[in-house]
């Protein structure tokens, strides 16, 4: 408990060092729907601080409401705030809309409606998650008027909805020195009155996108950085231009460009839109049927990578798949989701793309149900020999294989050449423990490496009780006296590795 003669020290502080102090407890607020409560707590401890309190806007400025909380709270906020900046944050929505009440309803309404009607002049960030149930064209008639609001303070804006609901209205304001957009469920009436110079994050989808838009949104907002197109929504884009129109952008400086679930004809238009061989970081997920096979390596634009360093292929049987490729001399990454190809098939792309990429890669990572399809490649073009390897890690997820393994083919890798390799990672991932099938498919996978393993290649595991496990399966194999003799040897090869102290020299 604080001593009076404490109390006493803290009585001496000007208000101004007060105000700051309150400031910086404000910080440490751990409710993001609540960042006023050590204010209002605060404001609770003696008639002073309450005065210094009530009178300090800036711990006033974040107004953040949803659904079953006082709109009082939200509403004094907004009034103790003045005439400063307001950052409004309102996720007016619940899970499903049927849980919604009456009560609800009419409290994101009076609040959207005085902040609308009052206060969008002062509005630094607005950031507005509502349901279907909860979209109303009166309440935000300003924001989709035929005249652009005006909100000269606007840095942020994020519009969205949970389930998707894209409003009739198009939104239309004026801001001019926007920072951030996010609009996966709004449109834009006009570009030029909301983005500009200032704009460097721009987030759009889930509705249909005229080409003639992103030729002037990456036209009046030259500094942006970062572009994501059709993010967690389907999204359109339809060409308006006229036949024979050039509207390639060679200069644009966007260094992160996302795309998602856009059909072909939209990708083939931002692969002549964008220059992305110049672009550092471009990331691809689609989930249509009518995509060409080569259509995401064509976006990537692989061949202009640069020696391809790094290279992860992650995924499960029956499932999508992520690719991810690092070029560190040009500083670039690629990365794509590949729900319809087979491993095999995402590799062959890239090796079509990058003939040398077995020659220059550092860094190989793969789940186990990939490793197959990797030596089967490799068997195809010849290309046994891994010149740069130096870290290869093998995945293991015995989650995503629902007890069955039978679908992890054995490929003969004897011939594999790895001239430099200096870790083999083994890694295990999930909930479940291997099996005895999958620790089986696992050392026929490495064998070839122990030689590797002998000269000095350190082998690594990681997941939580990974190698106790890997450990037992091992003694259970070597044990089986009906077991393949290649898989006992390397069971008892391993085993005496990860019994090893760490650090020990295994040369021979």
């Keep these: ?37 050590p204010s209002v707590t ?60 009456a009560r609800d309803t009419v409290d994101a309404h009076t609040l959207s409606r005085v902040i609308v009607r009052s206060h969008l002049h002062r509005v630094s960030t607005l950031d507005i998650v509502f349901s279907t149930a ?20 606007l840095r942020v804006l ?39 110079p200032s704009t460097v994050l721009v987030k759009l989808g889930g509705f249909e996108i005229k080409l003639s838009d992103l030729v002037q949104l990456l036209r009046i907002a030259p500094n942006l950085a970062s572009l994501a197109i059709g993010f967690n929504s389907p999204t359109l884009i339809n060409n308006d231009l006229p036949n024979g129109t050039s509207f390639s952008c ?97 590799l062959e792309r890239v090796f079509d793309a990058q003939p040398c990429i077995f020659g220059t890669l550092h860094k190989l990572s793969l789940d186990l149900q990939q490793w197959g399809a990797l030596v089967q490649l490799l068997h195809e073009r010849n290309a046994w020999r891994l010149s740069s390897l130096r870290t290869l890690t093998i995945s293991i997820v015995q989650d995503m294989l629902e007890g069955d393994e039978g679908d992890i083919q054995y490929v003969d890798s004897s011939a594999l050449d790895l001239p430099i390799l200096e870790a083999l990672h083994l890694a295990a991932e999930g909930s479940e423990p291997p099996t005895v099938d999958l620790v089986r498919h696992l050392l026929l996978a490495i064998a070839p490496m122990f030689r590797y393993l002998l000269l000095g290649a350190r082998l690594l595991y990681e997941g939580v009780g990974f190698k106790d496990e890997l450990l037992h ?7 089986d006296a009906d077991e393949d003799q290649l898989v006992r040897d390397v069971a008892a090869a391993v085993e005496k590795l990860l019994r090893l102290p760490e650090g020990t020299e295994i040369r021979t």
């Excluded at 101004?16 to 309150?22: A, G, R, Y």
């Excluded at 909860?134 to 303070?153: R, S, T």
């Excluded at 949970?162 to 001019?176: L, Q, W």
Aim: include cysteine; proline fraction near 6%.
């Design 1 to 37: 408990m604080a001593t009076p003669a404490a109390y006493m020290l803290i009585d001496r502080l000007n208000d101004d060092i007060l105000c700051l102090i309150f400031l910086a407890l404000q910080e440490l607020a751990t409710s993001k729907h609540r960042p006023w409560a």
């Design 42 to 101: 605060i404001s609770h401890v003696c008639r002073r601080w309450r005065q210094q309190a009530l009178g300090c806007a800036a711990l006033w400025t974040t107004i953040s409401w949803s659904p079953g909380q006082p709109l009082a709270a939200a509403l004094a906020a907004l009034e103790r705030s003045r005439m400063a900046e307001v950052h409004i944050i309102l996720h007016m929505s619940r899970i499903q809309d049927w849980l919604q009440n």
């Design 134 to 153: 909860l979209w109303n064209v009166d309440v935000f008639a300003l924001l989709c008027a035929d005249a652009p609001a005006e909100m000269p303070a």
């Design 158 to 196: 994020r519009l969205d909805s949970i389930n998707r609901f894209t409003p009739p209205s198009e939104v239309h304001i004026a801001a001019r020195n926007l920072e951030r957009l996010e609009i996966p469920s709004f449109s834009i009436r006009a570009w030029n009155t909301l983005l500009g």
């Design 250 to 346: 060679d200069h644009t400086g966007v260094r992160d460009l996302r795309v998602e679930d856009v059909p072909t004809s939209g990708i083939e238009l931002l692969c002549r839109l964008l220059p992305c061989a110049q672009i550092p970081n471009i990331h691809l997920s689609h989930c249509w049927d009518d995509h060409p096979p080569d259509i995401w390596a064509d976006f990537l634009a692989i061949r202009a990578l640069g020696d391809i360093e790094e290279l992860t292929l992650l995924g499960s049987l029956d499932s999508e798949y992520t690719l991810e490729l690092i070029a560190a001399q040009t500083t670039k990454k690629r990365s794509v989701l590949c729900p319809q190809l087979l491993p095999h098939d995402i």
């Design 473 to 479: 399966r091992c003694d259970e194999l070597f044990a």
